[in-house]
């Protein structure tokens, strides 16, 4: 009976200590500048990021904490491709101040 | 030009996790009423000036067994003089204080003029690019983290206070008390989060008020209604240099606007990181100057429905919980900003800051343990002054809506740093 529980035990410490491991596909995100619907996106340290953003009006939309700009026009929308290598929260936002949505990266 | 959260920085922290938030908030609930049961009985942290009219003193209130101390309540390190505060050379004999420096009095303030005059200079100097960094991170976060450790810093090297070698020194308005610095912080934080490019005009009108009231009213001016004077050292009264904390606390001088400017100090913090939920964003049609009125009114509601027996006397128990909050919310924003801000100081830009330091297990560590630090400290300084101010009868129950309202701000501050 011990043992069992040792092996019970042993398969949960195994499980919850697993180390996450960034999947190989990225994370892609369709967001629109003119009805923005801001949400909160997980990502796993390393992952591919793919943001397009669609908008009527000529607008710059800017990933924070990753440097990366592009200008989003009417047919035209902005791609965004880069690395999630750092961890924290950082906003995806059409300038000046529309929030389009959140990276949370671990 | 960006519009940054904080005028600064463009990273937030990472979430934290809910089952951490959710046993924080436990272990702060059970830590309070555990503590109504197990701390002392009797009031325990005078302010020194009136320990000498203690009435237990007194031979004729000879304690009731019941209430003789319980042997794990008397020795605790913390409540009776440790040997450093009181013999360490710096605490006492210092040359250069004779007061502790929160005192209203303090004849001789004046003689850190030099310092001032050092910063007074220096500040012509600053880079346009490094302003808003030298504000929202060294100055904002900085000297208050810095005067948690050493006392008032911003009473030190404010150069306002230069403006005192010729000063009219009036009586300051009694009536006025507080409520200026509390203006004056709102204003700021307004600034902060709301308005960053606001920020030039808030300091020329900071100066020129600063200015015209240290000339009419002196040093009671900067004591009583400069916001970033008051602010470090309310503060400053943690810091374990001066001789017990909880007695600094205790001696915070009860004057109008003390709620007022607590109240900002935790809403403010509190309104960033509700600002910064996508949630907020998506509520869309609140302004966010509404926001953070709307979050200062709610700390000061709170606290005013809950100690409304007591006035404003309860107020000092609340700045430890606005210490740990602010460590935890701006931790961060210190460690990686505050390294660009020295970059920018001394002219280099395009820095990259080392985050070796904002890794997310020791982002979470710092915030949990800082909130939950703040909330004991006030729990033990609430505990104490209410013995002193309730009638014996109800030494329990009279506690109870002000360890629940602190339950509620710090369980409100963990949600937010798991939401925002």
């Known amino acids: 009976m011990i043992r069992v529980l040792l092996v019970v035990l042993a398969l949960v410490v195994g499980c919850s200590s697993a180390p996450a491991e960034s999947p190989s596909e990225p994370v892609v995100l369709q967001l629109s500048v003119d009805e923005p619907s801001p949400q909160r996106v997980e990502v796993v340290k390393g992952q591919n990021v793919e943001i397009t953003v669609t908008s009527r009006a000529k607008a710059e939309v800017h990933v924070h904490g990753f440097d990366v700009l592009a200008v989003a026009e009417d047919g035209k929308p902005a791609a965004l491709k880069f690395v999630a290598d750092r961890t924290g929260t950082f906003e995806v936002e059409a300038h000046p101040d529309t929030l389009l949505a959140q990276l949370v990266v671990r | ?420």
Not at chain 2, 225 to 239: I, Q
Not at chain 2, 286 to 302: E, F, I, K, Y
Not at chain 2, 379 to 392: E, G, K
Request: one cysteine or more; aromatic letters at 10%.
């Open chain 2, 1 to 420: 030009m960006t519009v940054l959260a904080h005028g600064v920085g463009d990273r937030h922290d990472l979430p934290l996790p809910l089952d951490l938030v959710l046993q924080a908030a436990a272990v702060a609930l059970l830590a309070s009423f555990l503590g109504l049961g197990v701390l002392w009985t009797k009031p325990r942290f005078t302010p020194r000036a009136d320990r000498a009219h203690q009435p237990d003193r007194a031979p004729q209130t000879v304690r009731a067994p019941q209430t003789v101390r319980a042997p794990w309540t008397v020795r605790a390190p913390w409540t009776v003089r440790a040997p450093w505060t009181v013999r360490a050379p710096w605490t006492v004999r210092a040359p250069w204080t004779v007061r502790a420096p929160w005192t209203d009095r303090t004849p001789r303030a004046d003689r850190w003029w030099p310092l001032r005059v050092v910063v007074a200079v220096g500040l012509v100097f600053v880079p346009a690019v490094a302003w808003p960094h030298l504000v929202f991170v060294l100055g904002w976060v900085g000297v208050a983290v810095l005067s948690m450790a050493l006392g008032p810093v911003w009473r030190v090297v404010n150069p306002l206070r230069l403006v005192l070698r010729v000063s009219r020194r009036r009586a300051y308005p009694a009536w006025l008390g507080y409520w200026p610095a509390a203006a004056s912080l709102l204003a700021f934080t307004w600034v902060e989060l709301v308005e960053p490019d606001a920020l030039g005009w808030f300091l020329a009108a900071y100066a020129l008020v600063g200015v015209i009231g240290g000339v009419l009213y002196g040093e009671a001016w900067f004591a009583n209604a400069d916001g970033f004077e008051v602010y470090s050292t309310l503060l400053g009264r943690l810091s374990p240099l001066w001789g017990n904390p909880f007695r600094a606390l205790v001696a915070t001088p009860v004057k109008p606007g003390l709620v007022a400017l607590i109240a900002v100090c935790l809403g403010s913090t509190a309104f960033d990181s509700i600002g910064s939920m996508p949630s907020w964003a998506r509520l869309g049609v609140v302004p966010d100057s509404v926001g953070l009125v709307g979050a200062v009114a709610l700390v000061a509601a709170g606290y005013l429905v809950a100690c409304r027996a007591f006035g404003a006397e309860l107020a000092h128990s609340l700045i430890p919980i606005v210490a740990g909050y602010v460590v935890a919310h701006y931790y961060s924003l210190l460690v990686v900003e505050g390294q660009r801000a020295v970059a920018l100081l001394v002219g280099v830009e395009g820095f990259t800051p080392s985050e070796a330091l904002v890794a997310p297990a020791v982002v979470a560590s710092v915030q949990i343990g800082a909130v939950l630090a703040g909330h004991l400290l006030a729990v033990v300084s609430a505990h104490d002054r209410s013995l002193a101010l309730l009638p014996a009868q109800r030494h329990l129950t009279g506690q109870v809506p002000l360890l629940l309202l602190m339950v509620g701000y710090t369980a409100g501050g963990l949600a937010l740093l798991f939401a925002g």
